[in-house]
C-alpha cells in the first residue's frame, strides 16, 4: 500500500492514529535516503 493509500484510508483506524503512522513512515524513509546520501558523499572527500 503506498503512502498515498494510506493518507487517505481512514477506516481502521483514527485520524490522529493514522497521521502518526504515515509521519513515523515518512521519517523512516527519509533517514534511509539521507544516510545513503551521506554514504555517498563521504565517499567523495
Request: proline share 0%; no cysteine; net charge neutral.
Given at each position: 500500500?503506498?503512502?498515498?493509500?494510506?493518507a487517505?484510508?481512514?477506516?481502521?483506524?483514527?485520524k490522529?492514529?493514522?497521521?502518526?503512522?504515515?509521519?513515523?513512515?515518512?521519517?523512516?524513509?527519509?533517514?534511509?535516503?539521507?544516510?545513503?546520501?551521506?554514504?555517498?558523499?563521504?565517499?567523495?572527500?
Amino acid at each position: 500500500m503506498t503512502l498515498l493509500n494510506l493518507a487517505t484510508d481512514y477506516s481502521s483506524m483514527s485520524k490522529e492514529a493514522e497521521y502518526e503512522r504515515i509521519k513515523n513512515e515518512i521519517i523512516k524513509v527519509t533517514q534511509i535516503i539521507l544516510k545513503e546520501e551521506w554514504e555517498k558523499v563521504k565517499k567523495l572527500q
